[in-house]
């Protein structure tokens, strides 16, 4: 498609990039957090969800700048990773944290509540027969959620495609490296006559998280078909 | 050399071109970096990688100057730009922006579409203004404060509110508005945008990139922009 | 012994204190709805970790609360079959059967899946998913599931229970051949004297969560005062060996030198076999009726007489068959004249023996 | 006729096609599982749209596919008692009870809430929520609410599928109250003989999506060819009536001008009743036997002797209580030299009678 | 408090007035729609699931922007409801309908997920007693989904309270009308030194959302509890 630039192109692939490694690697987090909160009761739980749907209540720039402050080169999580050659600032990487973070919320509320409809007493089967509490959860639980996280992970990929305001706060709106399609489309906004671009790369992801959507939905009831409802 | 340059938002157009054309002349590689003033500031007190900020804020950058995050020495006025008072094409006919203004009569029940008037600096500017002509207090309360300059333009594009106070080079550009006011520059401060080194990330291409700001070339394509150079 | 239970645990206005010992073969825990017996089985499983007490399994020691013992479920190397299957609907029949297989130690030689399979009939079956099993064939999976994991002690809680007649009878005789044919032994939870008379080796009776009784299928089913589904459940145990299958449809057995026939059982000849004979269903005659169409009749000498409540008494038979209990009504005892030592015969209707009543050949019986 | 259904619906490899009418009183649906009961008391609630047919309840079309009548369930002026009870969960017992309360029509005449939860016996559980209830409690409460919502006829999918023997029995009586006290007919779907003993004025079978056979409940119940679950639940139905209560617990009745002595039977004298006397427990003897404890000894004309494939044949007895059955094996039947014509006496055992096999009083019977 | 000064209580009372409408005025709205979703099979079906999505994926500016082109004066459902009275255009009720806009995929989410594990047998019931699909649905699902619609709307007001982006480019920030907490916060921002005043504020915002998290997990539970899980 040549209705897009080369720089727009370069948008698409790095929202996708981001997108996809802030839901794959916040999987297993929002997996444990999910876990926890639906099975576990500790004390503090409260506090954990409280801060699970932090990114949700707070305003996206203050997010950003938490982040920023924290992970930032000078701040403290990211002077601990420097030396080990993880560093997140006004990287892709940051991007990806950042969208992670803004989606967290999303995507555990999405798995704990499947994982709260798996029947204990199905787990408890698995334990008489041999399973560990871990094994239990691989081979009985997390399959069973399985619609749930595909759920969660798809809402994840979708918010993680068009958050802007704590990315750029964070990473800021650097062209290939932290350049989303959101950010792309900001900067499209802030110059006259940026709107027809900005539209075009609204479409650009409508079409992408649509079809993100449309696979999960699928995926979803495929699952679901496979695990049999209410069997 | 590869350079990086933050740069305020609303200077999206005028310095990509200004950018192509150093490119060309110097064989130099630049990465424009656009987003808020404010963002772009703490992002750089954060040891964020650039080598330039083309700044919107006197402010911000006597902070980062204060913070010792830019070589002072090298902290230049790039361009400046006037404030105008605008209104939806074909609606208004011009006016003078003096303490007679009419803007109750100009608004008819509307709204006056500006930047945050505490926060950002074209809404600072054109509070300033109004003040110094007492109409401040009058319409202080029909103010739409938008988070930046270009979407209170697009308040008065999109025909939402019957006036605006934007900079020049925001209307030069929007063929949606037209100009009813000139703000005159001696109501405010002064506008200038500032940029300078960044401490510790100052390499030869940067310096050149600054001087050629300053140059006659980038001065034609701001001033193309709506930009003025400052004093002018 | 296979398995020591001795257990105290606390509900809310409810409390279970059990304390037996289970040998070999199948221990069937007997009891009427909410007399614990859920609450026994899954202290056992290690599902509940009661308040205090003490398990042992296979001569491991499970469950010591005052050494503060308690191994997890998983470790306990039992198998347990659930009321409702419980089979993993995510999983194929043929991956539920190997669920937990992976599991087994190594080193522990353990059923063959094939073998299993086989046993179990439900070979067609490995392949679908479990949604759409019938009721039976789901507990078939569950069985098979719950023995492909090597335990050293099968657990089961009213696995019929949610069964109707005709699958129940389905799936009775494949416990009867985990029984003669396996080494496991079991634990099986139920409040059917069906089940108790073909599938017992010990009887361990609950009452409101307290032990009321221990002891032989034999002796418990025939003890109106313990059966806890009532005085129709009551019934004797005979121990029979199949002498022949005639072409009329009959089996001939023979219980003590006495003939019983039967309709066709599934033993082949030679084989053992055991034979409830419910009370109700035991008519008694003074003298050998003659011209009459019911083909078994068995001479014996009356060894007790009680009454209950109702208007039946319960008389007690030695016979050479072993005994056989008969229950008549108080009116007919008076007036047939029926004492403690009188000889009378015991008429059995040969059809009114029901098939879920004979059972395979009696482990340690 | 309050119900008229003529229904055609297939299903991927099955297909019912039914076409019955049934007068007022209990019509029982009788058919083993999987024979299509719930496809067709399904199309009457409308809750299943079938393929074609026609459907009319109290006079009232509900379904006519050639039409294009489809009156959705809740305008159909039923009342539907699942076998799971389907109690709302976040309603109390009082309000699950009036739910259908605010739908009958005004004008409608409706059973009082009183007096359904008296005659329910359920006034102690009127402010519990449905969770902590017993099986059996929520299906009288089930019961209620459908009762409540003033239809016009009440549909019963195995109500009683899920419960024990205990709380079978326990259910079961309320069933013939609604059937004597009240005037709302019933459809009730089965597959036990004892519930269609008890119950049903009028039996239809279904086989194979297919309506096997049609009749009264003694028509039916004898004939060993429609029995849907199988030979074993073969007998006959007698009308009784109660002549007195003994004071050793034994009630006497009167069949026909023959006495037959039951376990205390819960009709007070003067009223009548059906007793089921399942084929199996009646003996056949040529001569009236003496010194036997069984009290019920009637005699009659052989008038059928039909052989099935197993070990027995079913022999049809003209007495004066009506026709009674015996089961006897082909061997007992063939060593009497039983034929057709010939008088003998059939040896019922007193105990030998469930408590589940003697029903109120049969209306329209 | 006094660390809070006038205006900036005027905006914590703003923002709690276009939270609460917000959700509790779109929650009719997310109810028909997740009950559609999660229940009928129209064409189209996955369509309206990709509006309802849409917020969640673009960038929040540009759903900001489209209302303003929409509901703005001169937008064409602006103009619309003009006459009646009905205008957003700079309007805290403008606030709220792009807050009530951002929330909504969340909120019909919640609510769709509890509505499928509703069991459709009990609606049944109810219809043969006599119930049309109406009074099923508000004597049935609805009571059962109870909790499910109470996470939806907390979920909602949460995100309400810290919606910014959108709000601001549709209704911008007229203190005392429309600007909130996240646009007060915004503004502190943007001026070096800002941070502590806008630090109140961030704390203002998290109590008030996670008062309204554990209520609404508290008020989950009772539901639960009396409507009996699993029963
Ligand atoms: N978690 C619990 N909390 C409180 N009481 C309980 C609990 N579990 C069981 N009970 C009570 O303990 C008693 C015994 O229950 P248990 O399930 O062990 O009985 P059971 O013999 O298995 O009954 P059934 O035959 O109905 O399965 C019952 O009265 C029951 O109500
Ligand atoms: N929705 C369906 N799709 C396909 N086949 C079905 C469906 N519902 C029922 N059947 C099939 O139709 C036949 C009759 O089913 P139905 O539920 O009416 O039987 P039933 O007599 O009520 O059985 P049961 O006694 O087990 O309840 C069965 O073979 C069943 O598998
Ligand atoms: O470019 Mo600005 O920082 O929005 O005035
Ligand atoms: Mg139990
Ligand atoms: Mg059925």
Redesign the interface.
Known sequence: MDWLGPEEWQAVRLSLRVAFWATALSLPFGLLTAYALARWRFPGRQLVNGLVHLPLILPPVVTGYLLLLAFGARGPIGELLGPLGISFAFRWTGAALAAAVMAFPLMVRAIRLSIEAVDPKLEEAAATLGASRLWVFLTVTLPLTLPGILAGAVLAFAKAMGEFGATITFVANIPGQTQTVPSAIYAFLQVPGGESSAARLVIVSIIIAMAALLLSEWLARRVAQRVGARS | DQI?V?AA??M??ALDEIARTFEDETGHTT??????T??????I?????ANLLVSASV??M??LEGQNLIVPESRVVVTGNRMVLIAPKDQAKPVEFNENLDLDGLLVGG?L?MA?V???PAGIYGKAALSHYDLWDEVS????????V??????VA????PLGIVYAS?A???PRVDVVARIPSHSHAPIRYPAALVAGQSGSGAKAFLDFLTGAKASGVFEQHGFSVPGG | MTLKVSINHAYDGFSVQADFEAPDGVTVLFGRSGSGKTTVINAVAGLLRPDSGCIEIANRRVLDSKAGIFVPPHKRRIGYIFQEGRLFPHLTVKQNLQYGQRFVPSGVVCEDLDHVVDLLGIAHLLERQPVGLSGGEKQRVAIGRALLSGPELLLADEPLAALDETRKSEILPYFERLRSELSVPILYVSHSAAEVARLATTVVVLQDGRIARQGSAAEVLSDPTVMPTGVRAVGALLAATVKAHHADGLSELDVGGETLFLPKVSQSVGQSLRVRVPAQDVTLALTRPEGISALNIVPGVISQIRSGDGPGVMVSLETAAGMVLARVTRRSAGQLGLVEGMTCHAVIKTVAIAPEDVGGPAAGA
């Open positions: 990086t933050f938002a609303s999206k157009n990465t424009l970096v656009y987003a808020g404010a963002v772009l500031a703490r992002q007190e954060q040891g964020a990688p402010e911000w006597d902070y709204l579409a945050l505490d926060a950002v309360d029909r103010v739409a404060q938008a988070d930046n270009r979407a209170a333009l697009a308040f999109l025909d939402q509110t925001d030069h550009a929007e």
